[in-house]
């Protein structure tokens, strides 16, 4: 993945308390080049999305729904 942006399908959410004190939300997408990755987002995307949902994040922008 690169700075430049990208676009994808969210294929799984996860929240966890990684370091034991904040809690972290990720999504991970299949981007259209076919390759996959894991994003850390806010509490209000991760709420808006679903598995299968999709994703944009411009190259200098934060990622959104498509």
């Known amino acids: 993945m690169t700075d430049d942006g990208w676009s994808g399908t969210v294929r799984k959410k996860s929240r966890g308390l990684l370091d034991g004190s904040n809690l972290y939300r990720r999504l991970e997408l299949e981007l259209d080049d076919g390759t996959s990755t894991t994003v ?5 995307l991760w709420r808006q999305v679903e598995v299968g ?7 200098d922008g934060d990622p959104r729904p498509a």
């Open 40 to 44: 850390r987002v806010g509490k209000d």
């Open 53 to 59: 949902d999709r994703l944009v994040k411009d190259a």
